[in-house]
C-alpha cells in the first residue's frame, strides 16, 4: 500500500487539492501498478510562519 505525504504552504482551494489528491494517486496506479484503492495521500499544510527559507519565514516577508 503505497502512502504519499505533500507537504505544502496553505492557502490552496479545496478544489486545488482534490485536482492533487487524483493526480497523485493517478502517476501511483501508473508507475507502481498499486490499484488507486491502496493508495493513501496526506496533505500536510503549514502555515507562512511555520515555513522558513534562509534563515526567514515566508510570513516575515
Known amino acids: 500500500m503505497p502512502y504519499v505525504t505533500v507537504k505544502m504552504l ?16 493517478d502517476a501511483v496506479t501508473e508507475t507502481t ?3 488507486k484503492e491502496a493508495v493513501v495521500v496526506f496533505i500536510e499544510e503549514m502555515s507562512k510562519n511555520h515555513y522558513a527559507v534562509a534563515g526567514k519565514r ?4
Request: charged share 40%; hydrophobic share 25%; proline share 0%.
Open 58 to 61: 515566508l510570513s516575515d516577508n
Open 33 to 35: 501498478g498499486a490499484s
Open 10 to 25: 496553505e492557502g490552496r482551494t479545496e478544489e486545488q487539492k482534490k485536482a492533487l489528491v487524483e493526480k497523485v494517486t
